[in-house]
Each structure stands twice: as C-alpha cells, then as structure tokens.
C-alpha cells in the first residue's frame, strides 16, 4: 500500500473517499468542518437527526455527495472530544481501515490527522495510519486450496496536514509506520507458517534472503556441526531429540562506524515445541509452532531497521530448533554444559526456551554490545500474571527497562515490568548442578528471567516475555507480531539520542 502526506487543510483533494469524523456531542472534526460546508450542511445534519451519534468506532459512508470533491465520504464515530487520546484515535483509524474494505474506493484522504489528539504529535498520527492500514491489509499465508479473495481495492491513503513543514513531518512518520509494518508482517508470515514449512532451516533460508535484499546486512549460519564446535551444550541438549537440525542465526546490520557498540537482540526460534519427554497436553498444542515468535520479530526488527537506515550496529542472534521427544531426547535428571561453562540440571524438558537462549545470550558477548535484549515465548505464567494485553520486561538496568516501557507506550505495543533477583535465583538450586532450570510454579515468569539473569551478568540486558502477546488463539487465531512496534520504537529513540 502507498502512503503519501499531502498538504490540503481545506479539505479539496480529489480522492475515491475523504475519511472525516464527528465527536458524540455533535462536534464535527476539521475535515468534516469544510466538508460539510461543500455539501450543504449535510453531515452536521446527521446528529441532530438522530442518524450518526457520533460514538467511537461507529461509520456512516456517503456516496456521490455533491459539492465534495471526493466521491464518497466516511464519516467515523469518534466519541468524546475530551477524551480523545491515542487509543481512541486508533480505534477510529481501524473502524476506518474496516468500512473502506467494503467499498470500491482505490484511494483515500484521512483528515482524522488534523485532529488534536493527546500525546500524539504530527509524526505520531502519521505514523498510527500507515500501521493501522498496514494491518488491516494483511494477509494470512494459508495452504488452502479453495478461490483465494480477491486483492483489497484500497492501494493507496494519503494524510492531510495543514502545511508543508506538517507534511515533511508527516511523511516521515508515514515511512516510519511503513516499515514497522513491513517487519511486523515478515514477523506474523514466519510465525504462522505450518511447523513443517517454517523449520530451523527454513528460518536460516529467510534470514539470508534479507541479507540479499539489504546490503547492509549480513548472515551467518551455523548448522549442529557448528553449534557443537561452539560448546553450546544447552542449546543441543534441546536440539536433540528432532530430526529437524538446529540452526544459530547470527545477522549483523551496520548502519553506524563499526567502533560503535552494538545493540544485540536475542530470539528464541523453537520452531515446534511439543514439551521433549514432559510432553505438553493435547490441547491447543498444534499452537506450539508460534513458540518462534520471538525469532520472528527481532528479524522483523531488523528488517524495518533496515528500511529506516538507521545510524545504529544491530546485531540478532536466533537460536532455532524443535523440542521433541524421541529416544535421543534429553531427559529429566540430565545435566548440561552450557556455553558459559556453567552446568544446568534439565528438570523439565518444556522449560527448553531458557536453554537455548541462556547459549545465544553467552554468544553475543563477543559482539561486545551496548545493550542486549532477548526475545521469548518462554513461560505460560506470564499469561497468567499479565493476560494477553503486556508483554513483560525483566532487566538488570532500571535505565532500560524504562526505555523499553516507553517504547510501548509510544508504539501502543505495551510492556509491563516484572522483577529478578537472588530470590528467584535460590528457587533454581540443584544439589548436582550449578542451577536448574526450573523453580516450581510459584513466580514462574520470574523464575525464568532470573535463570538468564545468570547468564547475563555485567551485561546491560533485559529480557521479553511475549508467551501472552505474540498471537491470539481462538477463532483469530494467528501472529499479531509483537513486540516488533516496542522494539522498533526503541531503537528509533536510541538512534535519535546518538
């Protein structure tokens, strides 16, 4: 889709469909304003009348109005006028996105970006259109054989600003939005391909393609021969009991002097996770192949990182496998060496996440980075502390977790922050290893973090649980590619503050 900023404050762009808005009072937005006045009073008409109450998310299409000079004219609901914020404005930009679907419209104005909307700027609003029309758009890459839907009309939606210098700003904030859709798609298609399409190797395969696609990227794959020559002791205890082989995907984009320290985002990339020997239950597990999530969106990260050419060194490291039980699987009671050196005793073969990332946190020291963050669907006690709405941040630098925390905010991809420490850590005591990687079930979440805590000492790090976040079950079951727009957001902001 084709997202342009144009300067009409008057509301005079000739378009298949203007996008306006009216507040429940009755309050027309600015576009609906000179619009109304084009067509005679209409839309102010509407209120009194009974027939458009203005409430959030409700939408009224007028075809052929006269006088306009747009064909059509999609009047959104947009409720209070003193309560209208960043969610309010977002709901009224879906309902939006939702009616022109069902229109024969190719192109549209959204004037809702003249609005004042709290703790929104011009970029901002900008930026929430190309994202919000972004997901609407996307598609789901299915295997069925039926008649696929015809392509969306609607290719292309420009923003009205009242000047150049508001253009120049919104343009920005459009190409912004673009690629963070653009990462978040790529993120959503790995996560929701079958398990026996999108495997380790496969992940590798993409992961190339972008190297191809963007100069400044480069990859390297290490396959089980390669992993074993590292030492990653954890990561092939998991590996094992697959015949599907592993892969450590490394990508370096430099976008800064290659004396500036990296940013290091760390996935973990369990392409099925069946549970290994402490199989999981039946139920819900063909959801299990989302258990890449995090893999998915931190190459979804550095593919709009990309786009966006931002002056920064990021480095992602994915440890991608299958967790499966078979003869050959690890078992409880095994003890692992890890790459640190450190030995961990498996008690629980479906806590395999924190094994292979606590291998690739280890890994990416020789990166030397500024920062790193890991990416994970590691525990189901997230879900059950912060439901499907935060993800949860874990950290040993209260500096970064508030970056982390305000990325989501600004991105609407919110977090939550949760705590670590040695208390946690006494729950992991082994009396044959050095930890286990389990702790009961009492501060689950919490427990987890705090085993990569250990891995992760004189780092700057925090960790992502995004079990409650990364997909939806259900009847809309799929990717919704989380957290790419927090972790966008955040390197956007670290690239500014350099």
Same mark, same amino acid.
């Given at each position: 889709?084709?997202?342009?900023?144009?300067?009409?404050?008057? +509301?005079?762009?000739?378009?298949?469909?203007?996008?306006?808005?009216?507040?429940?009072?009755?309050?027309?937005?600015?576009?609906?304003?000179?619009?109304?006045?084009?067509?005679?009073?209409?839309?102010?008409?509407?209120?009194?009348?009974?027939?458009?109450?203005?409430?959030?998310?409700?939408?009224?299409?007028?075809?052929?109005?006269?006088?306009?000079?747009?064909?059509?004219?999609?009047?959104?609901?947009?409720?209070?006028?003193?309560?209208?914020?960043?969610?309010?404005?977002?709901?009224?930009?879906?309902?939006?996105?939702? +009616?022109?679907?069902?229109?024969?419209?190719?192109?549209?104005?959204?004037?809702?970006?003249?609005?004042?909307?709290?703790?929104?700027?011009?970029?901002? &609003?900008?930026?929430?259109?190309?994202?919000?029309?972004?997901?609407?758009?996307?598609?789901?890459?299915?295997?069925?054989?039926?008649?696929?839907?015809?392509?969306?009309?609607?290719?292309?939606?420009?923003?009205?600003?009242?000047?150049? &210098?508001?253009?120049?700003?919104?343009?920005?904030?459009?190409?912004?939005?673009?690629?963070?859709?653009?990462?978040?798609?790529?993120?959503?298609?790995?996560?929701?391909?079958?398990?026996?399409?999108?495997?380790?190797?496969?992940?590798?395969?993409?992961?190339?393609?972008?190297?191809?696609?963007?100069?400044?990227?480069?990859?390297?794959?290490?396959?089980? &021969?390669?992993?074993?020559?590292?030492?990653?002791?954890?990561?092939?205890?998991?590996?094992?009991?697959?015949?599907?082989?592993?892969?450590?995907?490394?990508?370096?984009?430099?976008?800064?002097?290659?004396?500036?320290?990296?940013?290091?985002?760390?996935?973990?990339?369990?392409?099925?996770?069946?549970?290994?020997?402490?199989?999981?239950?039946?139920?819900?597990?063909?959801?299990?192949?989302?258990?890449?999530?995090?893999?998915?969106?931190?190459?979804?990260?550095?593919?709009?990182?990309?786009?966006?050419?931002?002056?920064?060194?990021?480095?992602?490291?994915?440890?991608?496998?299958?967790?499966?039980?078979?003869?050959?699987?690890?078992?409880?009671?095994?003890?692992?060496?890890?790459?640190?050196?450190?030995?961990?005793?498996?008690?629980?073969?479906?806590?395999?996440?924190?094994?292979?990332?606590?291998?690739?946190?280890?890994?990416?020291?020789?990166?030397?980075?500024?920062?790193?963050?890991?990416?994970? %669907?590691?525990?189901?006690?997230?879900?059950?502390?912060?439901?499907?709405?935060?993800?949860?941040?874990?950290?040993? !630098?209260?500096?970064?977790?508030?970056?982390?925390?305000?990325?989501?905010?600004?991105?609407?991809?919110?977090?939550?922050?949760?705590?670590?420490?040695?208390?946690?850590? !006494?729950?992991?005591?082994?009396?044959?290893?050095?930890?286990?990687?389990?702790?009961? &079930?009492?501060?689950?979440?919490?427990?987890?973090?705090?085993?990569?805590?250990?891995?992760?000492?004189?780092?700057?790090?925090?960790?992502?649980?995004?079990?409650?976040?990364?997909?939806?079950?259900?009847?809309?079951?799929?990717? %919704?590619?989380?957290?790419?727009?927090?972790?966008?957001?955040?390197?956007?902001?670290?690239? !500014?503050?350099?």
């Amino acid at each position: 889709m084709e997202f342009k900023a144009i300067v009409d404050a008057k +509301a005079r762009a000739r378009a298949d469909c203007a996008v306006v808005g009216m507040y429940e009072r009755g309050d027309l937005s600015v576009g609906a304003g000179h619009i109304d006045s084009q067509i005679g009073g209409l839309i102010g008409k509407l209120h009194g009348s009974g027939d458009f109450a203005g409430k959030l998310g409700d939408t009224l299409l007028l075809p052929l109005p006269r006088g306009a000079a747009s064909a059509r004219v999609l009047l959104i609901g947009l409720g209070a006028r003193s309560g209208f914020g960043r969610k309010q404005y977002r709901k009224a930009l879906q309902a939006a996105a939702q +009616a022109l679907g069902r229109t024969g419209a190719t192109d549209a104005v959204v004037y809702l970006t003249l609005e004042e909307v709290a703790d929104l700027d011009t970029l901002y &609003r900008a930026r929430m259109v190309a994202e919000v029309f972004s997901v609407h758009a996307y598609k789901v890459p299915d295997l069925k054989t039926g008649t696929k839907p015809k392509a969306p009309r609607l290719t292309s939606v420009s923003v009205a600003t009242d000047d150049s &210098r508001d253009a120049k700003t919104a343009a920005a904030g459009l190409h912004t939005g673009a690629a963070v859709s653009s990462g978040v798609s790529l993120a959503r298609d790995l996560a929701n391909l079958p398990p026996n399409v999108c495997t380790p190797t496969y992940l590798g395969k993409r992961a190339q393609a972008l190297a191809k696609q963007w100069p400044s990227i480069t990859t390297k794959l290490f396959d089980e &021969r390669g992993i074993k020559a590292l030492k990653m002791g954890a990561f092939l205890a998991v590996t094992q009991g697959s015949v599907q082989p592993p892969r450590l995907i490394v990508c370096e984009y430099r976008g800064a002097k290659k004396s500036v320290p990296p940013i290091c985002l760390v996935g973990k990339g369990i392409t099925f996770d069946s549970g290994g020997i402490s199989l999981k239950d039946p139920p819900a597990m063909d959801e299990m192949k989302f258990d890449m999530s995090g893999a998915a969106s931190v190459l979804g990260t550095l593919r709009a990182v990309a786009e966006l050419r931002l002056p920064i060194n990021l480095v992602v490291v994915i440890a991608s496998c299958e967790n499966m039980p078979s003869g050959g699987a690890v078992k409880p009671a095994d003890i692992v060496t890890t790459l640190s050196g450190q030995t961990v005793e498996v008690l629980n073969t479906d806590a395999e996440g924190r094994l292979v990332l606590c291998d690739a946190i280890t890994y990416s020291r020789r990166f030397k980075p500024a920062t790193v963050v890991d990416v994970a %669907t590691l525990t189901g006690a997230c879900i059950v502390a912060l439901g499907n709405h935060f993800s949860a941040v874990m950290s040993n !630098d209260d500096g970064l977790t508030q970056e982390l925390l305000a990325a989501g905010v600004r991105a609407d991809d919110r977090a939550w922050s949760m705590p670590i420490g040695d208390e946690y850590v !006494d729950q992991l005591k082994s009396n044959f290893a050095d930890i286990a990687n389990v702790g009961g &079930r009492e501060g689950g979440a919490c427990t987890a973090a705090s085993f990569l805590w250990k891995f992760a000492k004189d780092l700057k790090w925090a960790h992502l649980d995004v079990a409650g976040t990364a997909w939806l079950g259900g009847a809309n079951k799929g990717s %919704t590619g989380r957290p790419v727009p927090l972790l966008v957001d955040f390197l956007l902001h670290r690239a !500014d503050a350099k």
